[in-house]
């Protein structure tokens, strides 16, 4: 180590003393020689600054990446490594000016604790003999320079050699830099408080400034900052002062490098801060998956998870699983559940994020239904360990997110339940169903696009079972049901989605104007997730018609029941799938306007079909485009006008679109329970 650290410092020594000559003091000639080393290294300063802005270039892919893969380490750090690669990111750059600056440091070290062999570069035979002559330790080099320049001259012979430890003076401001401040105290103590004072700027720049230090966590920020700081005191306070006058000017140059840095290569030119913002939401939204507002109902929705989680796998041989997002999603399930406990004594294990679920009230009627609250975050581990035959579930994306098959078993058979009538390959993300085993379909359209899916992507076939839409059949028997006394007036609902360029936010007024007259009321429906995330424009909206009597225009914002979608004459929507549920319900049509169209798929068209949600637009309805809203008043009355004609057109259709209707969810409960004959017919044999 001792012969590396030599030939590290030989060539340093000679700038430090050229520094030294230059100046003629020695402080001056550290400060100088930082600089230079700073200046030397400014490649790799530069290289590192680029290396720092790429890194949060690609932070909002690897958020994303962390959202989509949360719970699997694995398969996250797979990825990432995947992104270093194709972008050539060295995630280990990081380290370079760490490591420089700890043998730059070390090297200093060397040269002030041995500035006669490193900077007046005198022989190290002549060393040793003026030790010997001065009796001190072989290498004490800064006591030879403390006894000659008190006046000790040991040897005549030697004189050319004292003659320039003479000039080499070590005080600067008032401080020998060959002292060490634990060693003498008194002035010297402030050594060590202006060392971690430098340190502590430095730290508050660049978390400030630095491309790569500003985006990380106050924990990292802060964190950094003590280590930083607390490694400066111990630093000046058990080193030599000249050690730490490098220390405080590397800090003090390294500010100004930054600086410098930033304007030359800027970060905000190559940095998408809006999508990085949007990436840190993404993510912050599953970390906080579960987490309730209200500290003691938080408590008791913790333990309630923690008994719920261990009674779940308490049960050995659960053989039928059901997972919902929420209590509104019984309603998907519910004719499968009905026709499965007629048909069979199986128990159904019902898992719900939702702690206030109605499962828990109907399970306590029948002894048949299991529910168990499991918040999303434990969710993810518990699918992960996941023992039942089959499990069923309305959430696509199996295994793309934070809802992976089974590592436990893998015989485990995953059925998608749907959730609206419409079209799989468009509406849904690319390889939402690729991991389903069984898909339960709700008409010939979404079984011609899964095997096209299927066939276009080479991927093995799924089962698929002619499920149809229960739900459906519900709707229409509440319909029949409801009372159609006729109203005084046309009622006209206004039911747009919450996505981008819906109703509300490109063409409700223009829709209002054309529709209010004495003949009509119109209901404005917002869509509950719009309510939910923009708040203040609903209270700019219904402030903006405060002045217009109810008997012409009302806001419903009670999503508690669906009474004014059935008992409207007309509904106007967008691309919401509301429009399918009303009019097969109803029988009524739709007029519909073409805002943006919601394309979670972009290579949909690769699939070859057209989606449903746009074919059967002209089929239940009139769809206009936004420039044609002129007609909307004329196209609105023709519809009205026109029940008769679209009553039969639509269950017509109805039956052509979906799959065993009537049959409430029965062809789902045989495939089930078939499925489960086998399985354990299967256990037996093996």
Not at 258 to 284: C, F, H, M, W
Not at 421 to 432: E, N
Not at 485 to 502: G, M, R, Y
Request: proline share 4%.
């Amino acid at each position: 180590m001792d012969t590396l650290m030599y030939y590290i410092c030989y060539p340093l020594g000679y700038v430090m003393k050229w520094c030294w000559e230059l100046l003629g003091n020695y402080g001056l000639a550290i400060i100088l020689f930082t600089l230079c080393t700073k200046i030397i290294l400014l490649p790799i300063s530069v290289w590192v600054h680029k290396n720092s802005i790429k890194m949060v270039t690609i932070q909002p892919d690897i958020n994303f990446i962390k959202a989509k893969y949360y719970g699997d380490r694995d398969r996250i750090a797979e990825e990432e490594t995947a992104l270093y690669k194709k972008i050539g990111y060295s995630p280990f750059a990081s380290v370079v000016p760490l490591l420089l600056q700890l043998l730059l440091l070390s090297a200093v070290v060397y040269i002030v604790k041995q500035p006669l062999t490193s900077i007046l570069h005198i022989s190290g035979e002549t060393v040793e003999a003026l030790a010997k002559g001065f009796g001190l330790e072989e290498g004490d080099q800064l006591g030879i320079i403390r006894m000659i320049q008190s006046g000790a001259e040991p040897d005549a012979s030697l004189s050319v050699a004292i003659s320039q430890i003479k000039s080499f003076n070590l005080s600067f401001v008032g401080f020998s830099l060959g002292a060490e401040p634990y060693k003498v105290w008194g002035i010297y103590t402030l050594v060590p408080v202006i060392a971690g004072a430098s340190s502590l700027l430095l730290c508050w720049v660049q978390n400030a400034i630095n491309v790569l230090q500003a985006e990380q966590s106050k924990l990292n920020k802060y964190g950094m900052t003590v280590l930083s700081v607390g490694i400066s005191l111990s630093l000046g306070f058990f080193v030599y002062s000249g050690v730490a006058l490098y220390w405080i000017a590397s800090n003090l140059f390294a500010i100004v490098q930054q600086l410098i840095l930033n304007v030359a290569i800027n970060p905000k030119k190559y940095v998408d801060y809006g999508k990085l913002e949007e990436s840190r939401t993404a993510l912050a939204d599953i970390e906080r998956l579960g987490e309730s507002k209200n500290d003691e109902k938080a408590k008791e929705n913790a333990k309630r998870e923690k008994t719920d989680y261990k009674r779940f796998f308490k049960i050995v041989n659960k053989h039928f699983v059901i997972y919902s997002e929420r209590s509104g999603f019984y309603k998907y399930y519910e004719a499968l559940i009905n026709s499965l406990l007629k048909k069979s004594n199986i128990t159904i294990h019902y898992i719900t994020n939702d702690p206030d679920d109605a499962v828990f009230e109907l399970a306590k009627s029948n002894a048949k239904i299991k529910p168990y609250y499991i918040g999303q975050k434990k969710l993810i581990t518990l699918m992960m360990k996941m023992d039942a035959d089959i499990v069923a579930m309305t959430t696509p994306d199996l295994d793309n997110f934070y809802i992976k098959r089974s590592l436990v078993r893998k015989d485990v058979e995953y059925i998608y339940v749907p959730h609206d009538m419409m079209s799989v390959h468009m509406g849904f993300r690319k390889a939402s169903l690729d991991h389903f085993d069984t898909i339960f379909c709700t008409g010939e359209h979404v079984a011609r696009e899964v095997r096209k899916t299927e066939e276009v992507y080479s991927l093995p076939q799924k089962t698929l079972v002619k499920f149809g839409y229960p739900l459906e059949e519900k709707l229409e028997k509440a319909y029949e049901d409801m009372d159609k006394t006729p109203h005084d007036k046309k009622e006209i609902l206004i039911a747009p989605s919450w996505q981008e360029d819906n109703l509300l936010d490109s063409c409700v007024d223009k829709l209002i104007e054309q529709l209010m007259c004495d003949e009509n009321h119109i209901t404005v429906r917002p869509h509950p997730e719009y309510v939910k995330r923009y708040p203040e424009k609903i209270k700019l909206m219904t402030h903006k018609y405060a002045g217009v009597p109810e008997e012409k225009l009302s806001f419903e914002l009670d999503f508690t029941t669906n009474k004014s979608i059935y008992s409207s004459d007309l509904l106007i929507t967008d691309w919401s799938a509301i429009a399918y549920e009303f009019c097969f319900s109803t029988k009524k049509p739709v007029l519909f306007v073409n805002t943006k169209m919601k394309v979670e798929n972009p290579e949909w068209e690769k699939i070859g079909y057209t989606p449903s949600e746009i074919y059967l637009r002209d089929k239940v309805g009139v769809a206009l485009e936004k420039s044609e809203l002129d007609k909307t008043k004329a196209v609105a009355d023709e519809l009205m006008a026109s029940g008769e004609k679209y009553k039969e057109k639509i269950t017509a259709l109805l039956h052509e679109h979906l799959y065993s209707y009537g049959s409430g969810g029965e062809e789902g409960a045989k495939y089930i329970l078939s499925r489960l004959s086998e399985i354990q017919k299967k256990k037996k044999d093996s």
